[in-house]
């Protein structure tokens, strides 16, 4: 493991093929990420500040996977590999949630291609399904059993109810705790479990869904 600073004015600072722990300070941090199947660790990330910056990696948002572990701390995943992002505590009263590493704090390789869509079919029985780091649509079908799907994106992923013949208004969702919705289908149920454990049933909306 190689530990990194960078430098107090800010810069840019390069991942080094290995497994990192990068250490930002003052100013305007970028950090460069390479694609080298390694864990990185990134520290003291500012939120609004510094970016990541994924141009090795020739994809956009939509497969960047940010699960949030609590006290400022993410795990993002792109392609399998997994970069560790602490933030630093801010000082201006605002408090790191699931929401401060988004869209706007990474830079993306001009004219990355759109993933393709990953199915993940239901089975006969009781099935579980579990996300991916690419955009997943979950097709489900009538089969008399409570199903579940685990690690699933509510900023990419769809769940496919095309086979039910009902619409997001025939949808009832049950909380049972934050990261863990029940939906009921009729005579089914549908367990959601989210990746970063804090979703609730306010949080689905129609565009999550496929109905035809």
């Known amino acids: 493991m190689v530990a990194l600073t960078a430098l107090p004015t800010g810069g840019i600072i390069y991942d080094t093929d290995r497994r990192d722990t990068i250490t930002l300070d003052d100013g305007i941090d970028r950090v460069k990420l390479a694609r080298d199947d390694k864990t990185v660790t990134v ?7 510094d970016k990541i910056n994924l141009t090795e990696f020739n994809v956009n948002w939509s497969e960047v996977q940010v699960k949030y572990k609590g006290n400022g701390e993410f ?4 392609r399998g590999e997994s970069t560790k992002i602490v933030f630093k505590t801010p000082t201006d009263g605002s408090v ?3 929401d401060s590493l988004g869209e706007d704090d990474f830079f993306y390789a001009t004219g990355a291609p759109d993933p393709i869509d990953n199915i993940l079919l239901d089975n006969t ?3 579980v399904l579990y996300g991916t780091d690419q955009p997943d649509i979950f097709v489900m079908f009538r089969d008399n ?7 699933f994106d509510p900023t990419k992923d769809k769940i496919d109810l095309s086979g039910f013949g009902i619409s997001f208004e025939d949808l009832i969702f049950n909380d049972v705790k934050d990261g863990k919705v ?14 970063s ?3 609730t049933s306010a949080d689905f909306t129609e565009d999550m869904f496929v109905f035809v």
């Open 96 to 98: 790191i949630t699931e």
């Open 43 to 49: 520290l003291n990330f500012e939120d609004g500040v």
């Open 125 to 127: 029985g009781l099935t």
């Open 197 to 199: 454990a804090t979703l």
């Open 145 to 151: 059993h409570h199903d579940v799907i685990k690690n």
């Open 182 to 195: 029940v939906i009921k289908l009729g005579t089914e149920g549908l367990v959601i479990r989210d990746l």
């Open 75 to 78: 795990v993002i995943t792109i």
